[in-house]
């Protein structure tokens, strides 16, 4: 794992989101006063950076207006304010239409951790995974935001990408080429009897370090970061099951509807395997605090999913 921390998902995102702008005349950035693009130069493209201010329903409405005029808008607000706020205009304007509109929702999770529970974000996957027509992306690290929202500005259909507020560390520079609706294997290692399945930064980097813990006991784990949960690879899925006594998922979000219930909803189906979901606690969290602190304040961490994983594995509840 980096030392360091690279730029934050919501900058590289940004940022490429601007050079993108320079060559595709497609493109529109619509924002709702967040302060992301502040003294940010868009060059021949500023005519289409459009900041509506705090409205998030109206800036909805407009980017399906954009969209079935031929233009690929690109919608920037927090999370919590795009699945909850502005939910009625994405599910009608755009979910019920198909438009390619992009939804960029920064401070997912718990990131907006210093502005409490009415900016926490836990529900949101859940939200958009339940709309047909929605590709729902959640990156782990800066260069998957940067990789994975390139990939989506040609998908046919809205797309929600679920970013961070801060740096979060990199994954490991021996991690393969992330591709948008593929699951990414992080570890294969022959004979694994427990499957770690993540999305997000520090989700995925806890699994990671479970799988270290329970290697050091002998205990093999593959490990998936499936950064797209809707559309489910179903296929990497079952065939990284196949095999395992124990399947554990660790996510950002509330119990049900995340990633945990599509990977229990898939396996049940495909290949029956006990699953145990590590997710955040179901009730509001009124303090303050950083990402992580308030992620394992939560109930996730690598302590917690090695706990579950030999829980499983020996049979017990």
Request: include cysteine; glycine fraction near 10%; proline fraction near 6%.
């Amino acid at each position: 794992m980096s030392a360091g921390a690279s730029p934050s998902g919501r900058e590289a995102y940004r940022d490429l989101l601007v050079e993108l702008m320079a060559a595709d005349e497609r493109l529109v950035c619509v924002d709702s006063d967040t302060g992301l693009f502040s003294g940010v130069d868009f060059g021949p493209a500023a005519d289409r950076y459009l900041n509506l201010g705090i409205a998030e329903q109206n800036m909805m409405g407009v980017a399906a207006g954009l969209a079935r005029s031929g233009r690929v808008p690109v919608v920037n607000t927090m999370a919590t304010f795009a699945a909850t706020r502005a939910l009625e205009s994405v599910k009608v304007d755009i979910a019920l239409t198909g438009l390619p509109v992009r939804i960029a929702a920064t401070h997912g999770g718990l990131s907006a951790g210093h502005l409490g529970p009415t900016h926490h974000s836990l529900e949101d996957v859940a939200v958009m995974r339940a709309l047909p027509n929605m590709t729902v992306v959640v990156p782990a690290d800066a260069g998957q935001a940067r990789a994975l929202f390139a990939a989506a500005v040609d998908v046919d259909g809205p797309v929600y990408l679920r970013l961070g507020r801060g740096p979060t560390p990199d994954l490991p520079d021996t991690a393969p080429a992330v591709r948008l609706g593929r699951a990414q294997v992080l570890r294969r290692p022959p004979g694994a009897t427990a499957l770690f399945v993540a999305c997000g930064p520090f989700p995925v980097l806890a699994v990671l370090e479970a799988a270290d813990v329970l290697a050091a006991d002998g205990v093999g784990v593959t490990v998936l970061n499936l950064h797209t949960v809707k559309p489910l690879d179903v296929d990497a899925l079952v065939a990284a099951a196949i095999g395992a006594r124990v399947v554990v998922t660790a996510e950002e979000h509330w119990g049900p509807g995340g990633l945990g219930s599509a990977v229990a909803e898939a396996l049940a189906e495909h290949a029956p395997v006990r699953v145990l979901r590590l997710t955040a606690a179901d009730e509001f969290f009124p303090v303050a605090g950083s990402q992580r602190w308030l992620l394992a304040r939560a109930g996730v961490d690598s302590a917690r999913i090695v706990a579950a994983a030999r829980r499983g594995l020996s049979g017990s509840r």
